[in-house]
């Protein structure tokens, strides 16, 4: 079958990595892709929110399926537009990616339906947000409302740090439209764990659990950026957790869309905090966490193609998902100046030369003639499995060493915390 997965990052190539193992598959194509992606597929040079372009595209070409990864196109419908032309396409229907594209609904849809998250208040006021800010008191997070690419939270741990990201958000024109409304959260404290889930509206199957790391610099330091490495499964999320986790919080939110008459089909995100009082909903995304997909879909056992399928035919609770044993660690090799500015093109040395044990997932890279060169902030997620966490993230950093360049950085203590 013809598969055309939309973005170009590290989550569409590791998805490209994964559908290319698939014996149904037998041509992918990418819009737009990258330089590690056209190994795998025909890069297609239209932009993820291209949709009017991608809807021309699919009727040219006849995909048998179309894999919407990212956010944006998501927010924007291009399911609801493909589906109109009988187009197949996986991930969650316009009025159903709401779920991410507005946390104020999210938290709304939270609070209703009784599922445990962080007291909040929603602001489109901005000296109201301001006093609600000098009464609260800090450590306190600030949340853009819309979608900010993963970068619209601050974790202010002082009143002046927390007021400074309402006024950026609200009238600095940080995040633009994203940022017009915020949600004010109490901060939680605890390990944070993202659950990432198949569901088909109905029948919610959790995938390996895994964590992130946000800040750009060792020991949680600096700014937020899109991830810096990731790890699966996670060290505290038990067995017990993980079932009071599906009785609390991932059916009741799958049934609570279903209620509200925004049926969800595609990979919801559970964004965890495992709190002193028990787990807690931070956010949820209405797709595969990026570089979470990174560490978990090496780990994925069944074929993509057939999850994909009965995901968009409702019939998730008859086929059997199974994960491999053992860990996966992923660690995000950045440009110069990530998450701020930096330049791009600088030419990767060393990716020919990898361990066979270890996969480069590119992120922000580009083709010229017969070299890579660097095209974004995140550019390479270096990714090994192994029978224990220590040694995946072990042959993880070992792998890195042997690509390098110019400006390069990264995280050193990807897993290292024994939390």
């Known amino acids: 079958m013809k598969i055309l997965i939309i973005g170009g990052g590290g989550r569409e190539h590791t998805l490209a990595w994964k559908l290319a193992q698939s014996r149904r598959v037998d041509k992918l194509w990418c819009a737009p892709g990258n330089g590690g992606i056209a190994a795998l597929a025909e890069c297609v040079p239209l932009k993820a929110t291209d949709i009017e372009g991608i809807l021309a595209f699919a009727k040219e070409n006849k995909p048998d399926m179309v894999m919407v990864a990212p956010d944006d196109p998501l927010a924007l419908g291009l399911v609801d537009e493909l589906e109109k032309f009988g187009i197949r396409a996986f991930g969650p229907h316009k009025n159903a990616a709401i779920i991410e594209a507005s946390k104020s ?71 633009g439209k994203a940022g017009a409304r915020v949600v004010i959260e109490e901060f939680m404290t605890g390990t944070e764990v993202t659950v990432l889930c198949f569901t088909d509206g109905k029948t919610v199957v959790p995938m390996v659990s895994s964590q992130d790391h946000k800040r750009v610099f060792d020991n949680d330091q600096g700014p937020n950026t899109g991830g810096m490495g990731a790890f699966a499964p996670s060290r505290v999320y038990t067995e017990e957790i993980a079932d009071y986790c599906m009785e609390n919080i991932f059916l009741p939110t799958v049934r609570a869309m279903e209620t ?59 086929l059997k998902v199974e994960f491999l044993s053992g860990a996966c660690a992923c660690i995000v090799l950045a440009s110069g100046g990530y998450p701020g500015s930096y330049e791009k093109g600088k030419v990767i040395e060393g990716l020919g030369r990898l361990p066979a044990d270890a996969a480069a997932f590119h992120a922000g890279t580009k083709r010229e003639g017969d070299k890579i060169v660097t095209n974004g902030g995140r550019v390479l997620g270096i990714t090994s499995r192994g029978s224990t966490l220590d040694e995946a993230i072990e042959k993880a950093y070992k792998a890195v060493k042997y690509v390098s360049f110019e400006g390069m950085h990264y995280r050193t203590d990807i897993g290292r915390k024994k939390e």
């Open 105 to 175: 609904f999210a938290k709304d849809l939270m609070k209703k339906y009784s599922i445990p998250t962080a007291k909040y208040e929603v602001f489109d006021d901005e000296e109201a947000a301001v006093k609600y800010i000098e009464r609260e008191g800090a450590p306190i997070v600030v949340k853009a409302d819309g979608l900010a690419l993963g970068k619209g939270v601050t974790v202010a741990m002082t009143v002046q740090e927390a007021v400074n990201a309402v006024r950026d958000a609200m009238s600095g024109g940080t995040f």
């Open 260 to 318: 509200e008459g925004r049926l969800f089909k595609g990979v919801l995100y559970f964004g965890l905090m495992i709190t002193p009082e028990g787990p807690k909903v931070v956010e949820y995304n209405a797709r595969f966490g990026d570089p979470e997909a990174q560490v978990v879909l090496p780990m994925l056992k069944t074929d993509l193609v057939s999850i994909f399928d009965a995901c968009i035919d409702g019939t998730l609770d008859k």
